[in-house]
């Protein structure tokens, strides 16, 4: 399966694969409109070997086939304040 993939110009580290390139109207509008602008970045084949650095490539692919998207998120960000800061105070 092939994927279109673009990066929010909204929101940090999150991007969009698209079943058809430039296939915008797949996306239900609340989220158009939450990622803003959406830059081309990757034209990638999903093939059963293929990885992804933060994505299942199954999930990627189903997602894909049944809604003509997919979206991934940043990962989440640790809490700041459980960090060892190196004070022992």
């Known amino acids: 399966m092939h994927a279109f ?15 058809g390139r430039d296939a915008f109207e797949r996306l239900p509008d609340p989220l158009r409109s939450t990622l803003g ?3 081309f970045v990757l034209d990638v ?4 070997q293929r ?9 990627v692919r189903r997602n894909l086939a049944a809604q003509g998207f997919h979206v991934q998120f940043p990962p989440s960000m640790a809490d700041p304040m459980t960090a060892d800061w190196g004070t022992d105070a």
């Open 5 to 19: 993939v673009y990066k929010s110009l909204n929101k940090a580290d999150t991007y969009v694969y698209l079943a």
């Open 37 to 39: 602008a959406l830059r």
């Open 45 to 48: 084949e999903l093939t059963g």
């Open 51 to 59: 990885t992804l650095a933060r994505e299942n490539p199954e999930v």
